[in-house]
């Protein structure tokens, strides 16, 4: 049974920034991929950035590239997103989701993650 866990969202002023951590557990985290999608009011869930198993892909959405970065310590079995510069657009809940299958791959597509987090609240205020 996976269990993610997240943690470090809040309430920041734009401009500012604030660290996710999502800690793992149930199968060997270091065979999967990692990927981080949030859900404002009103909206669809949409995909922010991805992780290969190793660390060494990464992937991110337009609308965070440059601003937020992707991470993770497969001895620790957590992935962090750090958001820097955050704008009032960027207030949502934050999941974050592993790999179905073992690739060597990123992902962007909801589907191709069978295990999610519970998330966490990032408001950003104007």
């Known amino acids: 049974q996976v269990q993610l866990v997240e943690s470090g969202g809040g309430l920041v002023q734009a401009g500012g920034s604030l660290r996710l951590s999502c800690a793992a557990s149930?199968?060997?985290?270091?065979?999967?991929?990692m990927g981080w999608f949030r859900q404002a009011p009103g909206k669809e869930r949409e995909f922010v950035a991805a992780i290969s198993r190793s660390g060494g892909s990464t992937y991110y959405a337009a609308s965070v590239k440059g601003r937020f970065t992707i991470s993770r310590d497969n001895a620790k079995n957590t992935v962090y997103l750090q958001m820097d510069s955050l704008k009032p657009d960027d207030t949502a809940v934050y999941y974050c989701a592993q790999r179905q299958t073992r690739t060597y791959d990123t992902s962007l597509i909801p589907n191709s993650y069978d295990s999610w987090g519970q998330g966490t609240q990032v408001t950003v205020s104007s």
């Open positions: 149930g199968r060997t985290f270091s065979s999967y991929g």
